[in-house]
C-alpha cells in the first residue's frame, strides 16, 4: 500500500512537540503564525510566500529543546546568542529538502531590520524572516502580560512593537502589524480555543503537499534529532531505536512497509520529553515521585500529537505503548498481553535496549551481553516479550551494531 500524507498537516502535528519545551508556556509557534499571518493578509504576500511563513513560524524554534534555553525565548526582547537556536534549527531544517526555504527563514529570525543582513537574503526570506521575528516578539510582550486581561495589554504591547520599527522591524511590517492587530478579534484569537480552531482552517485552505513514506522519515529524523539534543546522554537514541526496531521486524519477518513504519515510530517515541525538565533527565540518582510523573507523561504526549496525522494511527501506538508491558502494569494506557501490537513490542525491546547501550547519569554504558541479561530479567517480570527478547538473543551483534552509533553508517 502506497502512503501519501501531507505534509502541512504534518508539519503541524510534529510543530506539538515543540510547545511542549515550554512546559507550562504552549503554543507559542501557533500563536506567532497566527500574528504572522494576519500580519501577511495585511501586505498581500502571495500564497506560496503566506504558506511557507506559516511552516516557518510552525517551525521558528525548533533549534531549542532544552528547558532551560527556552527560558529565553519569552522572557527577553534580546539576548546575547539568541543567534544560536537559529542556526541550530536551520541546520536540522536544512537536512530535509522540502524545506529548505523554511530552514532560511529560520536562519535569520532574530536578524535585525538595521543589520543588513536581512536584505542580502535571497527570494525574499529576508522580509518574511522579519516577521516571524515581529510575531514572536509579539507573543513574548503578550506572555509578559499573562494575568492580564489582553483586551487591556494589547496597547501596551502594540506600543513596544512600534518602538522597534526602523531597529529590530521593518517599518512596513510594523504598519502592517498595527493595522492587523486593531480588532478586538485579533487578540481573542491568540486564546486556546479560538487559536485551536484558526490553525484547522487554516491548514484546510492550504494547497496540500504529498510526502511518500521516505520524505515522511526524513522529517521524523528531523524531530528525532530535536528530541535527542534535549541531553547529551540521549545522544542519537531515537535513531538508534529506529534503526534496531527496523532490524527487529525484518528478523521478525514482517512486510517491508511495516518495518519502514516500525523505524518512524522509532525515531517520534520520545517526542513527548520534550516536556520533561532537563534537571529531571540529567539527575544522577533515583527519580522522586514528581519527578517520575513528569517522565510518565511523555509516552501519552507522543500518542496525542502522532494521533492527529490519520494515515499513521498505527505508528502512533507502536511510538507511544513502548512503556507499556505485557503484565498489564506499565504506562499510560496499562495494556497487556495481546492489548499490545507485535510492533509496538518490538519496539519497546529496541528502546531499552538502545537506552542500556547509552552512558547515563546514574550509569555507564552496559555489554551486549549485560543487555540481553537485563532484557531477560524484565522479559521474567512481564514486561517484554519473550518472541522480542528472543530475536535479540540469537542475533546479538547485529542488534548492538543497529543501536549504536556504530550502526550510523548503514543509515537509510
Keep these: ?42 501586505l498581500s504576500l502571495p500564497e506560496r ?18 528547558t532551560r534555553a527556552a527560558g529565553h525565548l519569552l522572557s527577553e526582547v534580546d539576548w546575547e546568542d539568541s543567534n544560536e537556536h537559529c542556526v541550530a534549527g536551520a541546520e536540522l531544517l536544512g537536512r530535509f529538502e522540502p524545506l529548505a526555504r523554511q530552514a ?46 489582553v483586551l487591556l495589554a494589547r496597547v501596551e504591547i502594540r506600543e513596544s512593537i512600534a518602538a522597534l520599527s526602523g531597529s529590530f522591524f521593518a517599518p512596513e511590517l510594523v504598519k502592517a502589524f498595527l493595522s492587523a492587530s486593531e480588532p478586538e478579534a485579533f487578540w481573542l484569537t491568540l ?29 521524523a529524523r528531523v524531530f528525532a534529532r530535536i528530541v535527542d539534543a534535549k541531553s547529551r546522554f540521549t545522544a542519537n537514541h531515537s535513531e538508534g531505536v529506529s534503526r534496531l526496531s527496523g532490524l527487529l521486524g525484518r528478523l521478525a519477518g514482517l512486510p517491508a512497509e511495516t518495518c519502514e513504519r516500525m523505524e518512524i515510530a522509532g525515531l517520534l517515541h520520545d517526542l513527548g520529553k520534550l516536556r520533561v525538565p532537563d534537571e529531571v533527565l540529567e ?39 513502548h512503556h507499556e508491558a505485557l503484565s498489564g502494569r506499565g504506562y499510560p494506557f496499562h495494556l497487556s498481553g495481546e492489548e499490545i501490537p507485535f510492533p509496538a513490542r ?41 518472541a522480542a527478547v528472543s530475536l535479540v538473543a540469537g542475533n546479538l551483534f547485529e542488534c548492538w551494531t543497529a543501536a549504536t552509533e556504530e550502526g550510523a553508517a548503514n543509515r537509510t
Design 191 to 219: 486564546e486556546t480555543h479560538h487559536l485551536e480552531r484558526w490553525l484547522l482552517e487554516r491548514t484546510r485552505r492550504a494547497e496540500p503537499r504529498q510526502a511518500d513514506l521516505q520524505a515522511l522519515k526524513g522529517l
Design 283 to 321: 539527575k544522577p540518582g533515583a527519580l522522586d515521585e514528581r519527578e517520575f510523573a513528569a517522565v510518565e507523561r511523555h509516552t501519552f504526549e507522543t500518542y496525542q500529537i502522532l494521533r492527529r496525522i490519520e494515515p499513521l494511527s498505527e505508528v502512533a501506538e507502536w511510538a507511544a505503548f
Design 104 to 149: 532560511a527563514i529560520v536562519r535569520l529570525h532574530h536578524a535585525h531590520f538595521d543589520h543588513g543582513e536581512l536584505a542580502a537574503a535571497p527570494d525574499g526570506v529576508g522580509r518574511l524572516a522579519n516577521l516571524v521575528f515581529l510575531a514572536d516578539r509579539v507573543d513574548a510582550f503578550r506572555q509578559k502580560k499573562t494575568g492580564t486581561d
Design 346 to 386: 518490538l519496539v519497546a525491546a529496541a528502546d531499552v535496549f538502545q537506552a542500556l547501550a547509552q552512558d547515563r547519569p546514574y550509569r555507564g554504558p552496559l555489554t551486549p551481553q549485560e543487555i540481553l541479561a537485563e532484557l531477560s530479567r524484565m522479559c521474567g517480570r512481564g514486561k517484554l516479550d519473550p
Design 49 to 66: 510566500d503566506a504558506q511557507d511563513l506559516f511552516l516557518a513560524c510552525l517551525l521558528h524554534d525548533c533549534g531549542v529543546s532544552s
Design 1 to 42: 500500500m502506497v502512503v501519501s500524507v501531507d505534509l502541512n498537516q504534518v508539519v503541524l502535528a510534529l510543530s506539538d512537540a515543540l510547545d511542549l519545551v515550554g512546559v507550562e508556556v504552549v503554543l507559542h509557534g501557533k500563536r506567532v503564525a497566527f500574528v504572522a499571518d494576519a500580519t501577511a493578509s495585511v
